[in-house]
């Protein structure tokens, strides 16, 4: 059988047709530029990228001629793997090591090769696994695992496939957990002094899996084995312990929050319904209500025992940076880059106050111990202290409001056992509530 090749791309001829573009066809690749930096910031950051899609979307395209361009302006090397499950094919390992190899030969990459039989973690672990560019500079293999969800349709046709495929998703786990195997740790317990081999804390690899969307529960199973891919799938930009100290909350980049159980180190729910990125989290003193900062301008409010939203503030312009409670729970502080700080009184979900005084986006607040004052942190390097005694209340309700509080709204923000008093001397209003 001839086997037909692609026809070069060209000004004449820039459309593959429905081959997938390659690395050579960059200059010929558009449209998806934001992806591909995106991709690439991830894959800077975490140890293992996942990229999935419905099919037909270009995933192949957007690794081939899109990432591994960039990678290789990185310092790193893209190792291109589509694991081949048939009868008699090799070793999955082993299509990994050979595939390093091949991309190692073509960039004229000085590599370390594998003893036989090594693990994959014991490998890429190993602190003589070095990879050294023609220019004399150390370089990171990227494995990009294209098509991975074969792994779970190919890979599952007969019995030996089956325990092949289960075997490799153990050893991939270990790799991506920096988990050493049990035949490292058992070689390890009969010579002890050989732990000086390995690095446990840096692989010199990074990982890519990219599949089909619709395989989304077969990799939600696959978190046993690799917990790494339970959490968030963008950056993690809060962190926030409930009062007991049982429970964390993150709030990401990829638009949730995930409730996590600390002894555990599992999650026990992912909040979602934010229609923009998280910036931050805290959890009130009794530690059941929860508040989210959003870059869509508002704040989330959500019950931690239900994992449900309670309400949603709106107020300031601009994304909210940062939000706090205070430590009664009465009140909650968010920061904005709209340059204000709004009170919040949390039962009624309404406003209390904007305080106005920064010139520029306010990224942090923080209640004192004793709640009376508020302190916020502006990016041009100023923090105010706000007191928040009653009478500075008062006049910020006036400013705000330009009116005197009603009884009702007297007893909502201030309180049943204070006093009636005219936020607005001058202007008429009730001189006293019963």
Request: net charge negative; aromatic share 8%; charged share 30%.
């Amino acid at each position: 059988m001839i086997e037909l090749q692609r026809q070069a791309l060209s000004r004449d001829n820039p459309w593959p047709g429905l081959d997938p573009f390659d690395e050579t066809d960059q200059d010929y690749f558009h449209g998806r530029t934001a992806e591909s930096g995106e991709l690439l910031r991830l894959v800077r950051r975490e140890p293992l990228t996942v990229l999935f899609g419905r099919s037909g979307l270009g995933k192949t395209s957007l690794l081939k001629a899109g990432l591994f361009p960039l990678l290789r302006g990185e310092d790193c090397l893209p190792v291109y793997v589509r694991l081949d499950h048939a009868d008699g094919a090799p070793a999955l390992r082993e299509q990994i090591f050979r595939g390093l190899q091949t991309a190692c030969d073509a960039d004229r990459v000085q590599a370390a090769q594998p003893a036989s039989g090594e693990s994959l973690w014991s490998f890429f672990h190993r602190r003589a696994a070095e990879f050294w560019s023609d220019r004399n500079r150390p370089v990171t293999p990227v494995v990009v695992f294209d098509q991975f969800e074969e792994i779970f349709t190919l890979g599952q046709e007969s019995e030996a496939s089956r325990d092949r495929s289960s075997a490799f998703l153990a050893e991939l786990g270990d790799l991506v957990e920096s988990r050493p195997p049990d035949a490292v740790r058992q070689a390890l317990e009969a010579e002890p002094t050989a732990a000086r081999r390995f690095d446990f804390k840096r692989s010199t690899v990074k990982l890519v899996l990219s599949f089909r969307e619709e395989f989304l529960a077969e990799m939600e199973g696959l978190k046993e084995q690799m917990a790494t891919l339970a959490g968030h799938k963008d950056e993690v930009t809060s962190v926030a312990f409930s009062p007991d100290g049982k429970r964390l909350a993150s709030g990401s980049y990829d638009k949730t929050v995930i409730l996590w159980d600390v002894d555990g180190r599992k999650p026990l729910a992912t909040l979602e319904g934010h229609k923009s990125a998280v910036r931050s989290v805290a959890f009130n003193p009794d530690g059941k209500l929860l508040a989210s900062a959003n870059l869509d301008n508002t704040v989330s409010l959500w019950d931690v025992d239900s994992r449900k939203p309670l309400a949603t503030l709106e107020g300031h312009k601009e994304v909210v940076l940062s939000v706090t409670f205070s430590p009664d729970g009465k009140w909650l502080a968010s920061a904005s880059a709209d340059q204000t700080v709004i009170l919040w009184d949390v039962e009624s979900r309404k406003p209390l106050a904007t305080l106005e005084g920064h010139r520029g986006e306010v990224q942090s607040v923080a209640f004192s111990p004793d709640g009376r004052r508020l302190a916020s942190a502006c990016l041009y390097d100023t923090v105010i202290l706000w007191d928040l005694d009653l009478g500075v209340l008062m006049a910020e309700a006036c400013r705000t409001a330009n009116r005197n509080l009603t009884c009702e709204e007297w007893r909502t923000y201030v309180g049943v056992d204070k006093r009636y008093r005219k936020t607005c001397e001058m202007l008429p209003g009730p001189e006293k509530c019963d």
